[in-house]
């Protein structure tokens, strides 16, 4: 199991993490490489919106990036993700957005 999918699982289970870490600059200068963030777990219930930073799988692939659009597709949400250069990961449904960032420290 990758460190991703592992803190997807606690996410999943209800579980907040504390100081997740992600190397990388695609959110600079939003969250530095390997800048820690607090991440919610998203249920249902949570409320996502545009320029909420979420941690994700699109494509097979985990990032903690920004929701850039929503739209209802066949009467289901569906959320773009892209990094803080423009650069559009995909769309995905709600069921693979595992995380919400409250705090960057």
């Known amino acids: 199991m990758s460190k991703a ?5 606690l996410l999943q289970q209800g579980i907040p993490v504390e100081k997740y870490k992600e190397a990388g600059n ?9 800048q820690p963030v607090s ?3 998203v249920t249902m219930n949570t409320e996502l919106a545009v320029n909420d930073i979420v ?15 929503v739209r209802n597709r066949n009467n289901q949400l569906e959320f773009q993700i892209s990094n803080n250069h423009n650069y559009v990961n995909g769309w995905i449904k709600k069921q693979n957005i595992f995380g919400k960032v409250v705090k960057i420290w």
């Open 5 to 9: 999918s592992y803190f997807a699982s």
């Open 26 to 34: 695609s959110m600079l200068p939003i969250i530095k490489s390997n």
């Open 39 to 41: 991440l919610e777990p």
């Open 55 to 69: 941690f994700c799988k699109v494509k097979g692939n985990y990032y903690t990036h920004l929701i850039t659009a």
